[in-house]
């Protein structure tokens, strides 16, 4: 059973994703670095959990390739709390080498309006993740 104290909280997350399993992809990259621990490994995918929640990257024969589409319907962003202003300056910096563009760079860190320090960056495959300081 679950205590209320986590209702509402983030259960899990799954994303489909080109190629789940690489560890050097964007988001074994990603999640890696923000805490998570690499909890299983199947065929078609891999999991990474940080406390009670996890994040599931699957591919195989269902997925569907293409670009995703934030504008779309469907959607726009994952957001995830990245630590310190310092924390979320690091992660951008080093985003781009690891397959991480930066979204709207003419207005980092405050493209989500001001007294909100955070990156938006967008992965080859159009999904977006939002990395938000804390302080």
């Not at 591919?59 to 726009?76: K, L, T």
């Not at 924390?87 to 309006?113: E, I, K, M, Q, R």
């Amino acid at each position: 059973m679950t205590p209320m104290a986590a209702r509402g909280q983030l259960h899990h997350l799954e994303l489909w994703v080109g190629a789940a399993r690489t560890d050097d992809g964007p988001w074994s990259w990603l999640l890696t670095r923000l805490g998570y621990e690499r909890e299983s490994t199947w065929a078609s995918g891999a999991s990474w959990r940080l406390g009670s929640a996890y994040v599931v990257l699957e591919s195989g024969r269902d997925h569907e390739r293409g670009r995703a589409e934030r504008r779309r319907s469907g959607m726009n962003h994952v957001a995830f709390w990245a630590g310190t202003c310092d924390d979320v300056d690091v992660l951008t910096a080093d985003a781009p080498a690891h397959g991480w563009t930066l979204l709207f760079p003419h207005a980092y860190p405050f493209a989500g309006g001001t007294g909100h320090y955070a990156a938006y960056l967008e992965c080859a495959e159009g999904l977006e993740v939002e990395l938000v300081a804390d302080g």
